[in-house]
């Protein structure tokens, strides 16, 4: 029997009515655990609503503020990368292609993250928390991109003489081809295993998105356990072994900046690894906030306030630490801004 309700689970007093949300009897839902259920099609994002709402102008100003930094500085930087020839080498199209990952990041979370630090209707559809979880998921596109970035340090300066055989224009396209694959991939396989789950329970997601692990948490069946390991076993697992590979990377690096014979050499060399290595260490340590920390029910407000050093904070300072630490960046970005604003001095 299909038919709509307002669902009977006892609702925040900051939630507003937004909708009737259908639902569905079956045999299936009917049969968990022995008791009656009815199956959920909308969500409701907790989030930071239950934090002191004096507390949100400040949340909505700061990630407001963060997010069209990211989104521009990414902009600024593709643009730069564009018109400067000379940037036109291996590692600037990684970081192009970094920063346009972190858009699309950005464009599906931050919005959803604005709208409800002000709203009062906290709903979303099941299509809209797929989408959302699948770019949650598509993050590991960072991590790959990374690794790649790793290679390219790797052979630059074990392997000079081979570098423009070994990182080739058809190469590198390739290399960023398979990382985006790899993001997309990752994200449908979870979508599609996680959203295949029976929700007959709660609805409210205590997260300000649709991320795996807080949607795992309201589904019911007997499958729900295994699906759960199975989706932190992917993900632990490709961090885990980007990051394999990023430190195999750097144990060659490390080796052959030593047996460099002056310091001033070694140091010349070290530098240029520094924001890569500065942006993995941001991201390692951002990312195990989310699948290593506490799972108590007490730390539910901490959890939502953690996730966002992941999925605000990195991708900011990921940009800061690039555009800061790179002097040719810097210089490039300057240039372009002396040709448009003083086309004669220049």
Not at 145 to 160: E, F, K, R, S, W
Not at 174 to 196: D, P, Q, T
């Amino acid at each position: 029997m299909i038919g709509f309700q307002m669902l009977n689970y006892a609702s925040p007093s900051w939630i507003k009515p937004c909708t009737f949300i259908p639902f569905l009897v079956s045999p299936d839902a009917a049969s968990v655990a022995g008791k009656n259920y009815s199956m959920v099609y909308e969500f409701i994002i907790v989030g930071f609503s239950n934090f002191p709402q004096h507390l949100l102008p400040a949340f909505f100003l700061l990630f407001l503020l963060m997010y069209l930094f990211t989104l521009l500085g990414n902009l600024l930087i593709m643009a730069t990368v564009r018109s400067q020839r000379r940037l036109h080498t291996p590692m600037y199209l990684f970081l192009c292609a970094l920063s346009i990952s972190e858009i699309l990041y950005t464009l599906a979370i931050a919005p959803r993250l604005l709208t409800d630090l002000l709203s009062t209707c906290h709903t979303i559809t099941f299509m809209a928390c797929a989408s959302q979880m699948f770019f949650f998921t598509f993050g590991f596109t960072h991590s790959f991109l990374l690794t790649v970035m790793g290679y390219d340090l790797y052979v630059a300066i074990c392997h000079p003489l081979w570098y423009n055989v070994l990182m080739s224009p058809r190469t590198c396209a390739r290399l960023v081809f398979w990382s985006w694959a790899g993001g997309s991939i990752m994200g449908m396989m979870v979508a599609l295993i996680v959203f295949h789950l029976t929700f007959c329970g709660p609805n409210e997601i205590h997260h300000f998105g649709c991320h795996s692990l807080s949607l795992l948490k309201l589904a019911c069946g007997k499958e729900t356990s295994s699906v759960t390991l199975s989706v932190v076993l992917v993900c632990v697992t490709a961090l885990m072994g980007c990051l394999f590979l990023i430190i195999l990377s750097y144990v060659f690096i490390v080796a052959t900046i030593l047996r460099i014979p002056s310091a001033e050499g070694r140091h010349k060399t070290f530098s240029t690894c520094v924001s890569h290595l500065t942006v993995v260490i941001v991201h390692y340590s951002f990312a195990s906030v989310i699948y290593l920390k506490s799972k108590g029910p007490h730390s539910m407000d901490n959890n939502t306030l953690m996730a966002t050093t992941y999925t605000a904070f990195t991708p900011f300072l990921s940009l800061i630490i690039f555009s800061l630490r790179n002097k040719e960046l810097k210089n490039a970005i300057k240039k372009s801004f002396q040709r448009k604003f003083s086309p004669l001095s220049s």
